[in-house]
Every structure is written in structure tokens, then in C-alpha cells.
């Protein structure tokens, strides 16, 4: 497969080239045309899917560009007007249209001629996008969109003064890695009295959104949101009770290799208690690592650090720059958080993230380049469907990166002794993450199984979660006020419900393929292309297969990845 990082904007063959999006009015003559086309013969059917795949790619494009502008920033209010504009009269109308053609695909008996190996995961996605979709559903999916948008305008606004300065709640988080005790404590303070200030807006949004979500299964014959969302994420190769023995085989075989990381720090740190703030701190005298100062900075060493692991990463990486398809740095008004947007039309995506110059920046920065690298690789797909990659293997790209590129990370840590340190963070992180993935998880579930209950027995639920994921090696003591909103600083829950374990299996997935990479580099890298250039076109178990890997989350695979992982940590 010739790689290539020369991506073209898709040549249009059904709408004008000059059309952009900008009414229902505009927009409607192509559903109508895609709905009244006769379709005679296979060939007939593969243009017409072509002509939908070009139609989509457009308008998520647009989708995507509203949303891009308004969470770069949130204090420009017709930038939130364009994006609430397409969700509620836009978005609405075209979900019937949406619906009446995967209708019309599958009762045609012309259906039958297409290839069904390469037609199996689009044609299985047509059929539960037929079986969820409710006519009633659409305002409230509507309202649901605009609504999960305000999270980010909430905590866009957040900030806290710092020694006469105002930061973000992301910049001043690089307070936490300095070597002044008394300094961490007063910045964590702040941060969390920050936080408590926006608790009752959290609270009564996220009351409306479990309101919207739980009438949303109802009306589509679901028990309940969580199965609903299930079946809308499209987990075909996994049930809840693989998530429940997920959270188990984290607390059974994770939670000590935890409790290991941190008694360590403890040590390390020279503490007899160890408080939150203290985490991500280093001993007096070492100084916070510093891996570069501003977002072009960090740019220019992530392209060096992929060129060294494979060009076309590098290539990849330039190509967006060139596209003005970056904005990295943190800023006031700015939503929290980072992503990598998928462009279906342009080819390449746009990253988002929030830099302020620490370690977990890079790490963000070659995460959101794997999933930068996987949109790159399956563009070349014919149809927009084809490019729907489930998120389990997406994840994989972007986790499998951050532990594939920490062999070149010399490119931002030049003294051995930093390196040794940043190698160190990532590796802890790796394993201190898994607690608190099942923990949203688990917490996600009680919550739409009981989608009547109050604000305060929704805290004390996430207490008791909370206690049983934590490790007895930090002291919580008097800080349960801060503990009871915790919760509220992850968007999952509030913009993307249920798409968090994800992370949990996805992670396994990298370890496994940094375990191929130990041993033959090329062959892993191989491996890793071939699968991210399926797209969506297999399924998970054989997208996974394809990399090399299990698609396994048992309680036994859990602690042979794990150990894997413990034991490098040690080497360093």
C-alpha cells in the first residue's frame, strides 16, 4: 500500500462545486432527488451510494466547522447561533430523509447484488440506524445537541488567579508538578472552589440531559437509555456484562499496581501523607519538565518526533498545518478539553486541544495525532460509510501512538534524566487511568438505570463508586466537598454519554501493539496501518486481528497486559 499524505479534497459529481450549506431550503432538492431516483441495476445502486456518500460528507463537514469554530471560541455568540442553528433546523429535517433512504436501500432486492463481505458492517449499521429511528425523537435529539454544547460554554469561562495572573483551569493545572508543596495545595484548592461555583449549573444540566436521553429510549422501546445508547454506538461485539467484568478485573488486578505507583511517589516525594495534590509533583529541587513553551513549538517537535517513527505520520501532520488545521494552545473562552475532528470531505482533520506547556501535553498532542493519522489512512475508502470506524479501534490509533512515539521523545526532553522522567509519567498514566475509565463507566450505568433519582442520591452514588476505584495510598481527608463533584470535570458524561470504556479497551489494544513494537517495530507499524486503513469496513474483533491483537478484555488479559506493563516501568 503506497502511503501517501497528499490528501484531496473529494472531487463533487452531485452537488455544484461552489454549493455550501447554508438553510434546509438549499439542502432538500438532494434528499428528494437520492429518495424519487430509480434504481435498475447494480450499477445504478453503487452511484446513487456515491452520491449520498458525497451528500454526507458535506454536511457532517459543515456539522463539523460549526462546531470546530464555536469551541475555539465560546464567547462569540454567533458562532454558538450557527451551530444550535444547524441542530435545531437543519439536523431535524434531514433525519426523515436520512431514515426513508436506508429504508429504500435495504428493501431493494438490487441490495442483494452488492458484495456482502464488503458490504456487511455499512448494510448491519443501515439496519440498527432503521430500527432505532423514531419520528418523536427528533426535537428532543435536537434539543439534546444545543444542550450538550453548554457544558463547554460553562466550563470555557472557568479560571483562577494565580499570583496576580488569571488562568485557565488547564494552565494553572502545570501548578500541580511544582516542587512547592504549600503552592500545589492553594492551586488545587482554587481549582476545585472554582468548580464548586458551577456545580448547581452542572447539576441542573446534566438533570435536563438524563431527562432528554431517558424519553429518547423510551419512545424507541428501550428499557432504558443505557441499552439504547448500546445499540446506537453500534456495540455489536461486546454486552453490559463485559463492561461489568471490566470494572472487577480493574479493581482486582489494576487497583494494586496503583496503589504500587503511588506509595513510590510517596517515597519518592519524601511525604508521610500523600494528598491529591500531590500526584503529579516532583521532589524539591526538580524542576517541573518543561517539553516546549508555545503550540508552534510543540507542532515542530511532534512533526520530528513522528518523522523519526515513520515519515508519512510527520507528512500527515504537515499537511493540517499547511490547512490551518491546528489550534493547540490554551486560551480564556476557549472550551476545555482536545480533539481530533474528522473532516469527511477535506480528508484532513482538525486537532483542538489546550496546551499550557506540561508533560500530559504531549501525550494529548500524539494522541490526537494517531486519530489524525487514522483519518488520513481510511479516506481513501469510496464511501463516507466505509469511514465510520468503530471508536474501540479508534482509540487504538491514538493510545498506540503515545506509546510508539515515547522512543523519539528525546526530541522534547534532551537530558537523559528527563526523558527517564517523561517515559515514567506515561507509563503511570497508562495504568492510573484504567480506575478512573471504570469508574465513569460504572457510574454511567447506575445513572440510566435510575434515571428518576435526586441530585444527592446521584452524589452518594458517586461517592460510594468513587471510594471503591481510589487508592488507600492518597489521603482524601476533608476534602469530600471537592470529591462529590468530580465527576463534572468529564465532558464524556455530559457531550458523549456512555463513550468512555472505550478507553479501557482501546488501551489494552496499545499495549498490545507496543508489546509487537519491543519486538519487531516494523511489523507492529505494519500491522497498525493495516488495520486503521479498514476504516469501518470489518468488524471490531477483525479490525483488532488485523493489528495483531486480541479483541480480549477478560480479567486474565487485563493482568498479562498489565504486568507487561509493570515490568517496563521497572526496566527504566
Not at 428499557?223 to 470494572?247: A, I, P, T, V
Not at 529541587?285 to 510527520?314: I, R
Not at 473562552?333 to 482538525?350: D, I, T, W
Request: hydrophobic share 35%; glycine share 4%.
Amino acid at each position: 500500500m503506497k502511503l501517501s499524505a497528499d490528501i484531496q479534497k473529494l472531487d463533487r459529481h452531485f452537488l455544484p462545486k461552489d454549493f455550501i450549506v447554508t438553510n434546509w431550503e438549499n439542502l432538500e432538492p438532494y434528499f428528494k432527488n437520492l429518495l424519487n431516483r430509480e434504481i435498475n441495476n447494480k450499477t445504478e445502486l453503487e452511484n446513487w451510494l456515491k452520491d449520498i456518500s458525497e451528500l454526507e460528507a458535506i454536511v457532517s463537514e459543515d456539522a463539523c466547522w460549526r462546531q470546530i469554530k464555536m469551541t475555539c471560541d465560546t464567547t462569540d455568540k454567533s458562532l454558538e447561533e450557527a451551530f444550535t442553528y444547524f441542530c435545531m433546523e437543519i439536523q431535524p429535517k434531514l433525519q426523515p430523509y436520512a431514515d426513508a433512504l436506508n429504508k429504500k436501500l435495504i428493501n431493494s432486492p438490487i441490495t442483494k447484488e452488492l458484495d456482502q463481505q464488503k458490504f456487511f458492517t455499512y448494510l448491519r449499521n443501515v439496519k440498527k440506524n432503521i430500527a432505532l429511528f423514531r419520528e418523536e425523537n427528533i426535537p428532543l435529539q435536537s434539543e439534546q445537541s444545543v444542550m450538550q454544547q453548554q457544558f463547554g460554554v460553562i466550563a470555557g469561562k472557568m479560571t483562577v488567579e494565580i499570583n496576580g495572573v488569571e488562568y485557565t483551569l488547564q494552565q494553572a493545572a502545570k501548578f500541580l508538578e511544582n516542587s512547592d508543596r504549600k503552592l500545589r495545595e492553594e492551586v488545587y484548592k482554587k481549582i476545585n472552589e472554582r468548580r464548586l461555583q458551577d456545580k448547581e449549573a452542572l447539576d441542573n444540566l446534566f438533570n435536563e440531559l438524563i431527562k432528554k436521553r431517558n424519553a429518547i429510549a423510551l419512545n424507541a422501546g428501550y428499557k432504558n437509555y443505557r441499552d439504547y445508547r448500546f445499540e446506537e454506538l453500534g456495540r455489536f461485539d461486546y454486552k453490559k456484562e463485559d463492561c461489568f467484568q471490566f470494572h472487577e478485573a480493574v479493581k482486582q488486578h489494576i487497583l494494586p499496581l496503583v496503589n504500587k505507583i503511588y506509595k513510590n511517589k510517596k517515597q519518592k516525594l519524601q511525604l508521610d501523607v500523600l494528598k491529591p495534590w500531590d500526584t503529579e509533583a516532583e521532589p524539591e529541587g526538580t524542576q517541573p519538565l518543561k517539553p516546549f513553551t508555545t503550540g508552534k513549538e510543540l507542532y515542530e517537535k511532534s512533526v520530528e518526533c513522528f518523522k523519526q517513527l515513520h515519515p508519512f505520520f510527520a507528512d500527515c501532520l504537515k499537511k493540517m498545518n499547511e490547512l490551518k488545521h491546528f489550534d493547540l494552545e490554551s486560551r480564556k473562552g476557549k472550551a476545555p478539553g482536545g480533539y481530533n475532528c474528522p473532516l469527511l470531505e477535506s480528508g484532513a482533520p482538525f486537532i483542538f486541544m489546550n496546551a499550557a506547556g506540561q508533560m500530559s501535553d504531549v501525550t494529548t498532542m500524539v494522541h490526537e495525532g494517531g486519530h489524525a493519522i487514522h483519518s488520513f489512512l481510511s479516506h481513501q475508502l469510496e464511501l463516507s460509510a466505509f469511514k465510520e470506524y468503530p471508536t474501540e479501534i479508534a482509540e487504538v490509533a491514538s493510545m498506540a501512538m503515545e506509546l510508539f512515539s515515547m522512543n523519539y521523545w528525546n526530541i522534547f526532553f534532551e537530558k537523559a534524566e528527563d526523558l527517564k522522567r517523561a517515559k515514567e509519567h506515561q507509563l503511570e498514566r497508562v495504568i492510573t487511568i484504567f480506575p478512573w475509565i471504570a469508574l465513569i463507566d460504572k457510574f454511567q450505568h447506575w445513572i440510566y438505570e435510575n434515571p428518576n433519582h435526586t441530585t444527592t442520591e446521584r452524589t452518594n452514588k458517586w461517592l460510594e463508586y468513587l471510594q471503591e476505584f481510589s487508592s488507600d495510598e492518597i489521603d482524601f481527608s476533608g476534602l469530600e466537598n471537592y470529591r462529590s463533584i468530580a465527576w463534572q470535570k468529564q465532558l464524556h458524561l455530559f457531550e458523549v454519554p456512555f463513550y468512555y470504556i472505550e478507553y479501557g479497551i482501546a488501551q489494552l489494544g496499545a499495549i498490545g501493539l507496543w508489546m509487537q513494537h519491543k519486538q519487531n517495530p516494523q511489523q507492529a507499524l505494519s500491522n497498525y496501518i493495516n488495520a486503521l486503513s479498514l476504516g469501518g469496513t470489518k468488524t471490531l474483533p477483525e479490525l483488532y486481528k488485523a493489528a495483531g491483537l486480541q479483541f480480549n478484555f477478560s480479567p486474565e488479559y487485563i493482568k498479562t497486559l498489565s504486568t507487561f506493563v509493570s515490568n517496563e516501568m521497572e526496566k527504566l
